[in-house]
């Protein structure tokens, strides 16, 4: 089995695996998906930040 096979494998489990939990707990994956994307705009803006060099 190649690597490539392998990650291969790996990313369609994962993607099952991941399509179950939303259909099984979706009010969880909500809760999951904000708080992922309060992450990333919270991450978005201090990277922001830097760039201008303004703070707080």
């Known amino acids: 089995m190649t690597l490539a096979r392998a990650r291969k494998g790996a990313l369609f489990l994962l993607s ?3 399509f179950y939990s939303i ?3 979706p009010s969880r994956s909500a809760d999951f998906a904000e708080l992922a994307f309060t992450a990333v705009a919270d991450a978005a803006t201090g990277v922001g930040d830097l760039v201008t060099g303004s703070a707080d």
Do not use: A, M, Q
Request: charged share 0%; no cysteine.
């Open 16 to 18: 099952v695996l991941v």
């Open 23 to 25: 259909v099984s707990y």
